[in-house]
């Protein structure tokens, strides 16, 4: 089993970043795919960015194409979001997730998640 330990949420003013890191447990974890998802109150759960196992391919939902960056250093077994430009409309927990190679985009894909990081984008 994999476990997932999200970090760097918290509260940033429109226009800042912030970047969360993922760390996650195990041996294999070049093994896996990583994504991430978020889910602000009343909302469904929605992707946002995939990364593969290798890192040489990455996927992102419109609306945080060129805001957004997934990269991963299998070495140290962590994943990023590297988030830019944030928007009041991106807050919202933020989870990590992993599962082998599969539909990137699709929740039920992924067997293993983090606890989740607030992120919130507010004046």
């Known amino acids: 089993q994999v476990q997932l330990v999200e970090s760097g949420g918290g509260l940033v003013q429109p226009g800042g970043s912030l970047r969360l890191s993922c760390v996650a447990s195990?041996?294999?974890?070049?093994?896996?795919?990583m994504g991430w998802f978020r889910q602000a109150p009343g909302k469904e759960r929605e992707f946002v960015a995939a990364?593969?196992?290798?890192?040489?391919?990455?996927y992102y939902t419109d609306s945080v194409k060129g805001r957004f960056t997934i990269s991963r250093d299998n070495a140290k077994n962590t994943v990023a979001l590297q988030m830019n430009s944030l928007k009041p409309e991106d807050t919202a927990v933020y989870y990590c997730?992993?599962?082998?190679?599969?539909?990137?985009?699709?929740?039920?894909?992924?067997?293993?998640w983090g606890q989740g990081t607030q992120v919130t984008v507010s004046s």
């Open positions: 997730a992993a599962g082998r190679t599969m539909y990137y985009a699709g929740a039920q894909n992924y067997p293993f």
């Open positions: 195990g041996r294999t974890f070049s093994g896996y795919d």
């Open positions: 990364i593969r196992g290798s890192g040489g391919n990455t």
